[in-house]
């Protein structure tokens, strides 16, 4: 069931949006998916019953594009998704760049140095003539946490030097997977740059992950440009999320929802809390928010 803001700190105590939802933005690891990594048939249910009632629905997600669009696919959006934490907003279906926000080289390589300092392999997304490529140092600074990444990606280009981005294109971000503490050693040292920066507990791969992108770079940002490009006011947009990476986005927009499960800083930018990914917290969210309206 959701929740309102009872023990919660919230930035706001309204119970409903005081704008109409024109478009929603949805997480999908720990948001959108169940813990199995499935679309619950009344989540579904909801998405297709929010675009018939004309709102514009999308995907803010830390994934790539590539492995972002099956579930586009199957929930019939055809609008452009925000992702690799709104670094790339890709058309969809058509696969096309709407927007990029690139992390200067010189500093992915510093952030690449520090990785590789605290023995962490950097893995490097790029976009390259409209198609996304995935750096790696090489082979001798993998840690074990890439185990699963690499079994998931076996395509990764390993590069031949350990310059992986100095003299390289500008990168979409940097990212390194390995322990909780590992990233809490890492994490200070990336403050100091001039960048953005995220870090979770506990990702997809099994393992705590610190992404790296453009200072002014997050899902916000591209919730932002994604709905100033459909002529959407913020104040219109809802937000649905779970986790670090989606916190500036649920202040950011008119409407934010934090998933059940969400830690509690995340929780406290919210305006509502839903219920978990296990019992269709997207779904009762949409279903309140945005349809009963």
């Known amino acids: 069931m959701l929740t309102e803001s009872d023990d919660t700190p919230k930035r706001s105590v309204q119970s409903q949006p005081s704008a109409e939802i024109r478009m929603i933005a949805i997480d999908i690891d720990g948001t959108l ?8 048939a009344r989540t579904i249910a909801a998405i297709q019953a929010a675009q018939a009632a004309g709102i514009i629905v999308t995907l803010a997600t830390a994934r790539r594009y590539g492995n972002s669009r099956q579930f586009a696919d199957l929930l019939g959006i055809t609008i452009p998704l925000i992702t690799c934490d709104g670094a790339l907003i890709m058309q969809h279906p058509a696969s096309t760049i709407l927007h990029t926000q690139m992390l200067d080289a010189a500093i992915a390589q510093q952030v690449a140095d520090i990785l590789i300092a605290h023995k962490v392999q950097p893995i490097v997304h790029h976009v390259v003539e409209g198609a996304e490529e995935t750096w790696s140092g090489l082979a001798e600074f993998d840690n074990p946490d890439l185990a699963l990444y690499f079994h998931e990606y076996p395509h990764v280009v390993r590069r031949p030097h350990q310059m992986l981005c100095l003299r390289q294109p500008a990168p979409l971000r940097v990212v390194g997977f ?6 809490t050693e890492i ?21 705590a992950e610190i992404t790296v992108m453009h200072q ?11 709905a100033a490009h459909l002529e959407i006011p913020l104040n219109q947009v809802m937000a649905i999320g779970d986790n670090n990476n989606d916190s500036e986005m649920l202040e950011a927009v008119g409407w934010g929802v934090a998933m059940g499960h969400a830690p509690e800083r995340v929780k406290a930018l919210a305006n509502a809390v839903t219920a978990n990914n296990r019992e269709d917290g997207v779904a009762l969210a949409i279903e309140r928010y945005a349809l009963q309206r």
């Not at 390995?178 to 990233?183: E, G, M, V």
């Not at 040292?189 to 393992?207: D, K, M, P, T």
């Open 216 to 226: 002014d770079c997050s899902k916000a940002s591209g919730v932002a440009t994604l």
């Open 178 to 183: 390995a322990t909780h503490a590992d990233i």
């Open 187 to 207: 994490a200070p040292e990336v403050a100091q740059l001039s960048c953005s920066w995220n870090a979770i507990e506990r990702g997809n791969y099994g393992c």
């Open 33 to 40: 998916l169940t813990p199995e990594r499935q679309l619950a």
